[in-house]
């Protein structure tokens, strides 16, 4: 039973304009959350993350909302560049769990193709 | 700092071998993480260690997958013997365990292909 989800395999968005990525979640337990990008042939690097007591965090281009009521995030980045097409992750853990740290659980992520 | 270091690139062998990744943790980070990454089932935590100590192994598929820190900063996951199926890309993840929002620093992955 997958606790993330990014139901959309792909994406492809215009240079300049917004890449929105989506992702759900099961767990309500689950209380930060992050956003990792993939380019072919290297391993995921970390891109943005939010705690469960925000909504909303913002880094240059990159913005992620958080709503945990629907529980659901977003990714936005404003503007996009064709340097943005990458696979996108979603991950989500528990910051106390049993007194350590919970595991990361992954979505199985989104291509974004930003076209010139 | 050169980041994480995973050997080999890419690894083909045949039905029944073993089969050895390695990784070098970035220096002065305590915790290291064990992931396989398939179509099928995404991004995938085998084992986690903290200050060479297994912490998590519910993830690791069955007993032919071991895996071992004989040092602070490297990391082995054996597959012995391997199958078809164990065809995926294993990544190692390093970070240091500070905070409960300490960041995971990937390596670049060993793209296994079992015959």
């Known amino acids: 039973d997958q606790q993330v989800k990014q139901n959309s395999p792909s994406l492809s968005v215009q240079e300049g304009r917004i890449s929105i990525l989506n992702c759900d979640y099961t767990?309500?337990?689950?209380?930060?959350f992050l956003w990792y990008k993939k380019y072919p042939a290297e391993g995921p690097t970390f891109l943005i993350s939010i705690s469960s007591i925000k909504d909303k965090n913002e880094d240059g281009r990159f913005t992620v909302f958080l709503n945990k009521s629907a529980k659901h995030l977003s990714l936005h980045i404003v503007p996009s560049q064709p340097g943005d097409s990458a696979v996108y992750f979603c991950a989500a853990k528990r910051m106390n769990y049993g007194g350590s740290q919970g595991n990361l659980i992954f979505g199985k992520g989104t291509k974004l193709s930003v076209k010139p | 700092d050169a980041g994480v270091i995973q050997s080999p690139r890419h690894e083909v062998t045949e039905m029944g071998q073993e089969v050895t990744l390695r990784c070098k943790l970035i220096?002065?980070?305590?915790?290291l993480f064990w992931y396989r990454q398939t179509m099928m089932r995404g991004l995938e935590l085998l084992i986690y260690f903290n200050n060479n100590v297994p912490i998590d192994d519910s993830g690791m598929p069955e007993d032919r997958f071991s895996a071992k820190m004989p040092n602070a900063s490297f990391s082995t996951l054996k597959i012995q013997p391997s199958e078809p199926r164990d065809s995926a890309v294993y990544f190692c993840a390093s970070s240091l365990v500070q905070t409960s929002t300490d960041t995971q620093y990937f390596g670049p992955g060993t793209r296994l292909t079992v015959l």
């Open positions: 220096s002065g980070h305590n915790s």
């Open positions: 767990n309500s337990m689950f209380d930060y």
